[in-house]
């Protein structure tokens, strides 16, 4: 019997030393989505997009990878949680800023920060804030991508038509919502080509690989891409299993051959 315990307690102590392993894992995964709305024969638009830090210092290796092709970074919630010291999200943004401008969705740990020390963090890094709000770039002088960004589900303040009142009927549309939930309250007259999301972890710790999310992936619901991510960081505990860690680099272009 303490044969077997000592086995048992050892394979425990591999485990986790495997499941914090896995949690620090730097993983840029690579989309390319194809869309009616994009203009043909126009050059792809590639971004970077991130959720769920929470505590993780971001390293630099995965923004260096990504910087030079993508034009601009979004950060689908969870920058951060309770007791992460502000100078480390802030030194985060500083990282991302390197790609270009960055622009922020809130998710449900982030309004355990200090709402005003937070927003002095994004002034001072030039942070573009969208809670319910839309803000644009452009594919060429006149087509746009609209990045629709709505509060976070729990606060019970997303406003999708809030967010649309600034949007064009022929503006490309991206919507990020912190909470993959945000997909069922979506109208075909919304017109939402791609949602990008976070939240889930993709489980975080999936025993013999069940947990009560799905891991993270592409799905196309209606005729929305759905991007819902592992995330980066963890929350209660810094360990993973079976749900690795992401970042994405994503290229949208045009489906259709120039005329």
């Given at each position: 019997?303490?044969a077997f315990?000592?086995?048992?307690f050892?394979l ?9 392993y896995?949690a ?7 989309h390319?989505?194809l ?7 126009e050059e792809?638009?590639?971004?970077f ?9 971001i390293d630099p290796r995965?923004?260096?990878?990504a910087?030079?092709e993508?034009?601009?970074a979004?950060i ?8 992460v010291?502000?100078s ?6 500083r990282?991302l ?5 960055v622009?922020?969705v ?7 920060a200090d ?12 942070v573009?804030?969208?809670r319910?709000a839309a803000d ?7 087509k746009?991508i609209?990045l629709i960004?709505?509060?976070d589900l729990?606060?019970?303040n997303?406003?999708?038509d809030?967010?649309l009142?600034s949007?064009?009927?022929d ?14 309250q979506?109208h075909?007259?919304d ?12 489980g ?12 993270g992936?592409?799905?196309k619901?209606?005729?929305v ?5 592992n995330g ?6 810094p ?5 690795k860690?992401?970042a994405?680099?994503?290229t949208?272009?045009?489906s259709?051959r120039p005329?």
């Amino acid at each position: 019997m303490f044969a077997f315990l000592s086995i048992a307690f050892l394979l425990g102590i591999v485990l986790l030393m495997y499941m914090h392993y896995e949690a620090s894992l730097n993983r840029l995964i690579r989309h390319r989505f194809l869309l009616d709305e994009y203009p043909a024969g126009e050059e792809p638009c590639t971004f970077f997009f991130i959720s769920d830090i929470h505590r993780r210092k971001i390293d630099p290796r995965l923004v260096e990878e990504a910087t030079g092709e993508a034009r601009f970074a979004i950060i689908g919630g969870d920058l951060l949680e309770k007791g992460v010291p502000l100078s480390r999200t802030e030194e985060n943004l500083r990282l991302l800023k390197k790609i270009g401008p960055v622009f922020f969705v809130w998710g449900n740990n982030d309004y355990e920060a200090d709402g005003e020390a937070l927003a002095t963090v994004f002034a001072r890094t030039g942070v573009r804030t969208l809670r319910n709000a839309a803000d644009f770039v452009y594919v060429n002088g006149k087509k746009r991508i609209a990045l629709i960004g709505v509060d976070d589900l729990t606060t019970e303040n997303e406003n999708l038509d809030e967010a649309l009142q600034s949007v064009q009927p022929d503006d490309l549309r991206i919507l990020i919502s912190h909470n993959p939930k945000m997909i069922h309250q979506l109208h075909e007259w919304d017109n939402i080509d791609v949602m990008l999301s976070g939240h889930t972890h993709g489980g975080q710790i999936r025993i013999l690989g069940l947990s009560r999310y799905r891991r993270g992936g592409v799905r196309k619901v209606r005729n929305v891409i759905h991007l819902i991510s592992n995330g980066y960081g963890t929350t209660l505990v810094p360990l993973r299993l079976c749900a690795k860690p992401e970042a994405h680099l994503i290229t949208i272009e045009s489906s259709r051959r120039p005329s």
